[in-house]
């Protein structure tokens, strides 16, 4: 067993999670944890050749793995439509009266808001649901 390579592999491993903190990109975890397979693969007593195949096969297929199961996975809507990024899509608003343009001003969490109605047909003063921000207009629909 050579712990020199071991603590080589185990510093890139390091250098590798640290570098994805920095910049969130998930890919390079699979690839530590390629380098932590080649760490104990030195551990074990593998000659430097078959470490490196070992972390790279591993780093590699889990890298391969993830953007499989990424690939599977529907598209986010876009940040204007996306709950995760703004938090008042879904949520229901009061329209008192609409304009001829489909426009309206409403009060919403204490302040004046400008809505643009989405559906189709014509707007009646009502219920409706927040589908979207357009710049600093809400989108609605039933």
């Given at each position: 067993m050579?712990?020199n390579?071991?603590?080589?592999?185990w510093?890139?491993?390091?250098?590798l999670?640290?570098?994805?903190l920095?910049?969130g990109?998930f890919?390079?975890?699979?690839?530590?944890?390629?380098?932590?397979a080649a760490a104990?693969?030195a551990?074990?007593g593998?000659?430097?050749n078959?470490?490196?195949v070992l972390?790279?096969?591993?780093g590699?297929?889990?890298?391969?793995?993830?953007h499989?199961?990424?690939g599977?996975e529907?598209?986010?809507p876009?940040?204007?439509?996306n709950r995760?990024v703004?938090?008042?899509?879904?949520?229901?608003?009061?329209?008192?009266?609409?304009?001829?343009?489909?426009?309206?001003?409403?009060?919403?969490?204490?302040?004046?808001?400008?809505?643009?109605y989405?559906?189709?047909?014509?707007?009646?003063a009502?219920e409706?649901?927040i589908?979207g921000?357009?710049?600093?207009?809400?989108?609605?629909?039933?």
């Amino acid at each position: 067993m050579d712990v020199n390579e071991a603590i080589g592999w185990w510093i890139v491993c390091g250098v590798l999670v640290a570098a994805e903190l920095a910049t969130g990109t998930f890919f390079l975890l699979m690839l530590a944890l390629g380098a932590a397979a080649a760490a104990l693969g030195a551990h074990v007593g593998l000659g430097f050749n078959a470490q490196l195949v070992l972390g790279a096969a591993v780093g590699g297929g889990a890298v391969l793995a993830w953007h499989f199961k990424r690939g599977r996975e529907p598209a986010p809507p876009p940040a204007s439509a996306n709950r995760d990024v703004n938090l008042d899509i879904g949520e229901r608003v009061h329209v008192e009266r609409w304009n001829a343009d489909g426009t309206a001003r409403i009060t919403y969490r204490g302040a004046s808001w400008s809505v643009r109605y989405q559906g189709s047909g014509v707007p009646a003063a009502g219920e409706y649901v927040i589908r979207g921000v357009d710049g600093n207009k809400l989108l609605l629909d039933r």
